[in-house]
Each structure stands twice: as C-alpha cells, then as structure tokens.
C-alpha cells in the first residue's frame, strides 16, 4: 500500500538551514503537503506543491519534489526558535477517496 | 473565526465511561476526519465521512462510532472507554475537491484511567 517516510528528529542551530525530507511510494499521488504541529497544538498547513512541479518557494519555505524518486524535501532558510515544530509530510492519493497519507513527522528543535 | 472547533479540549474518563467528542466546522466542507495521534505512530485515521449522513471507517475504527446528521458537525463517540483510548484527538476538515488539504482543530486531550 501506500507509505510515506520521514526521518524522526533533526536538530539544528539557530539561523542555519533546515531540510526536512520525505519518502513516499505512490506513484498516483497528485498533491504533496507539509503541516506544521507546535506543542499542545493542532496540525497547520504549511505549504503544499503539486505534482508537475519542481519547486515551490514561500518566503522562507522551499518545497522540492523529486517525482522520478518520489523524494519531497521543506527547506526552512534562517530557521528560528519558533521553528521548533513537528513538521509532517503528507500526499493525497488520488483514488483512495482522496485520504492524504501521512509520514509519522519529523520534530525538529533549533537550538540557540 | 472561521474553522474548526473540537470541544471538550480535555476530559478524564474511568474504564467503561463513555463519552462524545464534537467536531464543528463553518467552512461548508464536505469531507470531515477524525483522528487520533500518539507518540511515535503519528496520526491515524478512525472514521471518516464524504458528506452529510455518511461515515466509514478509516485504520483504527474498533471501539468508536461516528455520526454525521449535519454538514457542519461530526461527532466521535467511545461507548466504553479503555485505556488503550487515552489519546489525543484531531478533527480535519476538507473541500469534496480537497487538493488544498485539510483544515485541523486544535485537538482533544483524552486520558481513560
């Protein structure tokens, strides 16, 4: 079936670069997504990229889809403290009922 | 503020209790989602529902039932809670055409002692 995979923890430094990368192996998939969960908090909508593009930039955020590999990566340029998240990856499948399949999130901490 | 509001935020249930956990959204979405999220397992998909008075179950459906009788409300109940339940909660919503993603509520913190 389908799967989506992510590595669990990153750790960075304050004002470096963040990548966070993710794995998935449906094929169909049309739409890719990055949610952002803080503590004690609900899961919010980052970015997303569609499936005919490269590359997706917001501010900060780059989004890079790699389809022949099916690998997505979120970028965060000058990652700060209030960076420090659960970020999670996540593709809709096209049949499916249009479920998005979810990676188990990558927390990611900044340190100062 | 438009959205989606999960209420209770908290609640402590004893074994055998049972309970309903409401989902209300204002978006006019069609598609509406319950999950839950535990540490390491990420978020997994209990019911689901593709428009008013419909339901299905989703990964982990055992020991909870679900209705929609409105658009706007998707309600979770446990009908006897275990401690295998104590979980957190999200509710998501979703346009029918859903390419944008999903909408969260802030969650429902369940603990079954």
């Known amino acids: 079936g389908e799967d989506v995979e992510q590595s669990l923890f990153l750790s960075v430094r304050e004002g470096d670069s963040s990548v966070i990368n993710c794995t998935y192996t449906d094929s169909s998939s049309t739409y890719l997504y990055w949610y952002k969960q803080e503590p004690g908090a609900g899961l919010q909508l980052l970015t997303y990229?569609?499936?005919n593009m490269d590359m997706k930039q917001d501010q900060r955020l780059t989004v890079l889809l790699n389809k022949k590999d099916k690998h997505l990566s979120l970028r965060i340029a000058d990652t700060q403290t209030g960076d420090s998240a659960i970020y999670f990856c996540a593709e809709l499948n096209a049949g499916n009922n249009r479920k998005l399949i979810w990676g188990l999130g990558t927390s990611l901490a900044v340190n100062p | 503020n438009a959205g989606v509001t999960q209420t209770p935020k908290f609640r402590v249930l004893k074994t055998g209790q049972s309970m309903t956990l409401l989902c209300a959204q204002d978006m006019n979405h069609e598609y509406m989602y319950w999950y839950r999220q535990d540490p390491g397992m990420g978020l997994r998909l209990i019911h689901y529902s593709v428009g008013e008075g419909t339901t299905a179950k989703g990964e982990v459906p055992d020991g909870y039932n679900v209705s929609r009788l409105k658009k706007q409300n998707f309600l979770l109940g446990l009908e006897s809670a275990a401690p295998s339940q104590t979980s957190v909660y999200f509710c998501?919503?979703?346009?029918?055409?859903?390419?944008?993603?999903?909408?969260f509520g802030s969650g429902t913190r369940l603990t079954v002692v």
């Open positions: 998501a919503s979703a346009y029918r055409d859903n390419n944008y993603g999903y909408t």
């Open positions: 990229i569609f499936s």
